[in-house]
């Protein structure tokens, strides 16, 4: 993982929803990407925040008190915590980054649930 | 700090080069957004790693054994510990993740050393 990463290459190894991929390491932290459409699950990460950045298309981050509406070039962070929903009415590409190992379903588990690979 | 940032819009907030500025936090890390253009200093970071996402223009990582060249959309994580100094022939952007208070020279300090400020 030593080398530069092109985020659009990555992108173009899987078509998988909801499921990021490891991309790159920060210190203790994943560099992932993630492919979304649909809507995902309610979920909270009680011991980190989690940082979005739109790579391309529409993604509405819900809370529950309002929605987020993030396009290309606009990053938001769910502070620990906070619920969250994310929703893609498009397909749409984020990068994410994460502390190691953190599950994309936070607190809600369930069939969405998915352990992070590295491409 | 619990609103959405766009990129360009805080890009178009300052002009000087090599003195990022924070446009989030995420954990106990920064996020900022810088410009360059020309030559930076050889610096080293012991204690972290340094992420560096080119967001606009074309920018050079020159590390001691080899230049990492990258686009718009690519990034690179120089590891703790690795000499580094980045170079922009034109104007360049770049979203940069590092630990809160961490100085933008390294270990080399000098006149280009700039507390990040908050914008």
């Given at each position: 993982?030593?080398?530069?990463?092109?985020?659009?290459d990555?992108l173009?190894?899987?078509?998988?929803y909801?499921?990021?991929k490891?991309v790159?390491r920060?210190?203790?932290?994943?560099?992932?990407?993630g492919?979304?459409?649909g809507?995902?699950?309610?979920?909270r990460?009680?011991?980190?925040?989690?940082?979005?950045?739109?790579l391309?298309?529409?993604?509405?981050?819900?809370l529950?008190?309002?929605?987020?509406?993030?396009?290309?070039?606009?990053?938001?962070?769910?502070?620990?915590?906070v619920?969250?929903?994310?929703?893609?009415?498009?397909?749409?590409?984020?990068?994410l980054?994460?502390?190691?190992?953190?599950?994309?379903?936070?607190?809600?588990?369930?069939?969405?649930?998915?352990?992070?690979?590295?491409?």
């Open positions: 993982m030593n080398e530069k990463v092109n985020l659009a990555k173009a190894l899987f078509d998988e909801w499921k990021p490891i790159g920060y210190n203790d932290n994943d560099v992932r990407v492919k979304l459409k809507e995902f699950v309610w979920h990460h009680d011991d980190t925040d989690d940082f979005f950045l739109v391309d298309g529409h993604v509405t981050i819900q529950r008190d309002r929605d987020v509406e993030l396009d290309p070039g606009e990053f938001f962070v769910v502070p620990r915590g619920e969250h929903c994310p929703r893609a009415d498009e397909e749409a590409a984020i990068l980054i994460e502390p190691r190992g953190t599950l994309n379903t936070g607190d809600a588990g369930g069939p969405m649930t998915a352990t992070a690979e590295e491409i």
